[in-house]
């Protein structure tokens, strides 16, 4: 393996990730420990160093086993790049989408608003089968409330649930 197969930029941001996670893990830890403050940080933190772990694994062994030099990738990368600017308009739409599911939590209820933000984000990425992803939205909003209920030491305000 050599230096120029690992993709520093890559590795960097996955340094930064870990090491703002370790400095809001440790901050969290240090202002208290009580298990109220600490459900969702912990398990998160670890979620989050498990999957650096693997992808910092996964760059190192990619490193070894692909004889080309990163210039060589990256001329590659462009060449067989997919993404055209309305999937790019697509992922600001979705980000649209999480602004609004935390706007109107507060208003219309956990309930309603997960369903709406799922549902629309469905149809956003495929306009056809409204039912399935009525079905879908459903479905899922259940799983998520269901899940904040157990998780959160407080009750969610909700509209229909």
């Given at each position: 393996m050599?230096?120029?197969?690992?993709?520093?930029?890559?590795?960097?941001?996955?340094?930064?990730?870990?090491?703002?996670?370790?400095?809001?893990l440790?901050?969290?830890?240090?202002?208290?420990?009580r298990?109220?403050?600490?459900?969702?940080?912990?398990?998160?933190?670890?979620?989050?160093?498990?999957?650096?772990a693997?992808e910092?694994?996964?760059?190192?062994?990619?490193?070894?086993?692909?004889?080309?030099?990163?210039?060589?990738?990256?001329?590659?990368?462009?060449?067989?790049?997919?993404?055209t600017?309305?999937?790019?308009?697509?992922?600001?739409?979705?980000?649209?989408?999480t602004?609004l599911?935390?706007?109107?939590?507060?208003?219309l209820?956990?309930?309603?608003?997960?369903?709406?933000?799922?549902?629309?984000?469905?149809v956003?990425?495929?306009?056809?089968?409204?039912?399935?992803?009525?079905?879908f939205?459903?479905?899922?909003?259940?799983?998520?409330?269901?899940g904040?209920?157990?998780?959160?030491?407080?009750?969610?305000?909700?509209?229909?649930?």
């Amino acid at each position: 393996m050599r230096l120029d197969q690992i993709r520093p930029g890559h590795v960097f941001l996955l340094v930064l990730i870990l090491g703002a996670t370790l400095w809001y893990l440790l901050d969290t830890l240090d202002t208290s420990r009580r298990l109220t403050n600490t459900i969702l940080v912990v398990p998160l933190a670890i979620l989050v160093f498990a999957a650096g772990a693997f992808e910092l694994i996964r760059e190192i062994l990619r490193a070894r086993a692909d004889p080309t030099t990163l210039e060589q990738r990256d001329v590659d990368e462009d060449q067989d790049s997919d993404q055209t600017p309305v999937d790019m308009l697509r992922g600001v739409v979705l980000l649209g989408f999480t602004g609004l599911l935390v706007f109107f939590y507060p208003r219309l209820g956990f309930d309603l608003a997960v369903f709406l933000f799922i549902f629309a984000s469905l149809v956003m990425l495929e306009p056809r089968g409204y039912l399935a992803k009525a079905a879908f939205a459903a479905i899922f909003t259940l799983i998520v409330l269901g899940g904040a209920r157990i998780i959160l030491p407080y009750p969610m305000p909700t509209l229909i649930l």
